[in-house]
């Protein structure tokens, strides 16, 4: 019989500080009345200065190995999906590992933008469905405030800081019942850190033409989003043997609320099935599904038998979405 993998615990970690649209304000030419009804955003958390990503997913998975009932000496596998990770290496899973004990696991980064959770997840389902792994720790986690160019009104009131993380192991009943992933590199120019990489390394040169912060082209990225994310909602839906109307709940990548809207929209679902957290953390790139879920679940708005689907998008660019019976 095919094993299945399913998502047993779940958990986030969102650092206190809050940067509202009325701070930015008072740092970029913008107002809360723009922000808002542009993106959606009210406000932001933002790491303090002695965190890392690192700490920031570690506090997220202890939450979600907690609420799964699963000891880190336990753990097989650690997925880290991020673009804002700690250092280049080691990898944050690594670091991720130390500071849990988790001392059999395996550990890698993924690197999927914004998509990066429901790549990881999509994994994990893999490494389980394999039958040589039993217990996966995945996790979303960015700190895009050390990346943000914080005097560029096009791009620094749309991201913030965060993590979520969950724990798939073999289960009877329910699960992750199909995930579906696509790229198109050919549109790569469209979102890039262009800096500190071996193209571009480190140098005074890259720090005064600002190559270390987010670049995007917001207009041609929110076109491609909508269309983009309904079409992979609606392929892992039918590679799922299920239609839009069996869903309950959507959780998707929070880039803007007219994205979601949109979606929704285009896949005949209700407003109210789609589940945001934009308002409240603007968009965490990786952070973003993966704290939205865990919401979605300690909220209620998930329940035992509910279909779920994970829907992402992000620069590479990158899509994917995952079809979960909970
Ligand atoms: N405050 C006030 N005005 C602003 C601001 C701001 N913060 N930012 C831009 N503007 C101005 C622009 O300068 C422009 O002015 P102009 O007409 O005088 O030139 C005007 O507002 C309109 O700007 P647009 O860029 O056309 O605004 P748009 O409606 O497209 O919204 C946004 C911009 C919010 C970025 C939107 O395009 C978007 O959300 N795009 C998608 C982003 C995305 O999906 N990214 C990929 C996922 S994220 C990841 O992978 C990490």
């Not at 790229?183 to 040169?205: C, E, K, Y």
């Not at 952070?287 to 979605?296: D, H």
Request: aromatic letters at 6%; glycine letters at 8%; a positive charge.
């Amino acid at each position: 019989m095919k094993i299945r993998a399913g998502i047993i615990g779940v958990g986030c970690y969102l650092p206190s500080k809050r940067l509202t649209n009325a701070d930015l304000e008072k740092m970029v030419d913008t107002t809360d009345e723009w922000i808002t009804t542009r993106t959606g955003i009210k406000e932001r958390r933002i790491a303090s200065k002695n965190e890392a990503v690192s700490d920031l997913a570690i506090a997220a998975a202890k939450n979600a190995l907690k609420d799964a009932k699963v000891k880190p000496e336990d753990l097989d596998l650690i997925i880290v999906a991020t673009i804002s990770p700690d250092m280049h290496f080691p990898s944050t899973a690594c670091l991720v590992q130390k500071a849990l004990g988790a001392k059999k696991a395996l550990c890698f980064d993924v690197g999927a933008a914004c998509a990066g959770f429901v790549y990881a997840l999509s994994i994990a389902q893999q490494f389980i469905e394999s039958g040589k792994t039993k217990k996966v720790l995945v996790i979303g986690a960015e700190m895009l405030s050390s990346i943000t160019d914080w005097t560029d009104r096009n791009t620094c009131v749309l991201f913030g800081d965060g993590a979520g993380a969950c724990v798939v192991t073999p289960v009877k009943r329910g699960g992750i019942i199909s995930s579906y992933l696509g790229s198109d590199g050919s549109q790569s120019d469209l979102m890039m850190m262009p800096g500190g990489g071996s193209r571009h390394p480190a140098s005074h040169q890259t720090i005064n033409k600002k190559m270390h912060f987010i670049k995007m082209q917001g207009k041609e990225l929110f076109k491609l989003a909508v269309n983009i994310m309904a079409d992979a909602a609606n392929k892992a839906l039918k590679q799922a043997g299920l239609k839009c109307k069996d869903v309950d709940c959507v959780i998707p990548h929070q880039a803007n609320i007219r994205i979601l809207m949109a979606v929704a929209k285009k896949l005949g679902l209700p407003p109210e099935k789609i589940f945001l957290n934009i308002e409240r953390y603007g968009n965490m790139s990786s952070a973003s599904t993966a704290t939205a879920l865990c919401e979605a679940v300690r909220k209620g708005k998930i329940k035992k038998g509910d279909i779920v689907v994970l829907d992402a998008f992000g620069a590479g660019l990158v899509w994917g979405a995952c079809v979960i019976r909970w």
